[in-house]
């Protein structure tokens, strides 16, 4: 089975410019969760998706926004990009049984914003 | 507010010798807690999970210690070996609501590097 597949795996934007970013899901993983990783906060969670309906949502500012498609697949977009965001934007899925099905992380994009 | 605190931040061990990885956690609600391990350039992936019922779990050279009155929680890796090094993160996360099929979302530690020196 494919794992979680994230596009593209790099990025170098400049502040101001928006960015989307795509994840491909672990077939049959009706759940998708976007985090965000800096070496100075960590692992912060964005927002979750499940059957195309935002779950929960992290506390960042609302230029960080998601969508998630029929086929479970999901986009990020940030808007108005600043320095601060550069990070290892990281996708997960899970089955989203109401076990503690676990999640699987893809290897992320590196948004580089300069 | 950090929710899981997680210590060392960095550690060096030996071959063979054990190493310790402590998290402590301010939430009683949290009901499920994971460990990932992530190495350069890859997604953290689960390395072992505990439920608060059980005070330790094994798995392998894996062994989760759970002390729930403390609210503390551990990873000891035994026999460490050079491809142990990586970063560990500690983790937990709520139980789900009957009616929400999704997954909870995870609070992590701020993740441990782990270097096994020979």
């Known amino acids: 089975k494919a794992g979680v597949t994230q596009t593209p795996r790099y990025l170098i934007k400049t502040r101001g410019q928006q960015v989307t970013l795509s994840c491909s899901p672990i077939s049959g993983h009706r759940s998708v969760s976007w985090y965000q990783q800096t070496p100075g906060q960590g692992l912060q969670f964005l927002f979750e998706y499940f059957s195309e309906t935002q779950r929960n949502k992290g506390n960042f500012p609302g230029r960080f926004s998601g969508r998630q498609f029929s086929n479970s697949r999901s986009e990020m977009n940030v808007s108005t990009l600043e320095l601060g965001d550069s990070a290892l934007y990281l996708c997960a899925s899970s089955g989203g049984s109401y076990d503690n099905s676990p999640l699987h992380f893809g290897n992320g994009t590196r948004l580089t914003v300069t | 507010q950090q929710q899981v605190k997680q210590s060392p931040q960095s550690l060096i061990v030996q071959k063979g010798g054990i190493s310790i990885i402590n998290c402590a956690y301010e939430?009683?609600?949290?009901?499920?807690f994971p460990w990932y391990q992530q190495f350069p350039g890859k997604g953290p992936a689960l390395l072992i999970a505990i439920r608060p019922d059980v005070s330790e779990k094994k798995e392998g050279r894996f062994t989760i210690s759970f002390n729930k009155s403390a609210k503390q929680f551990s990873l000891h890796i035994m026999d460490s070996q050079p491809g142990d090094s990586a970063t560990y993160f500690c983790a937990a996360k709520r139980p789900k609501d009957i009616s929400n099929f999704g997954n909870e979302k995870l609070t992590f530690g701020t993740g441990t590097r782990l270097t096994i020196i020979p």
């Open positions: 939430n009683t609600a949290f009901d499920y």
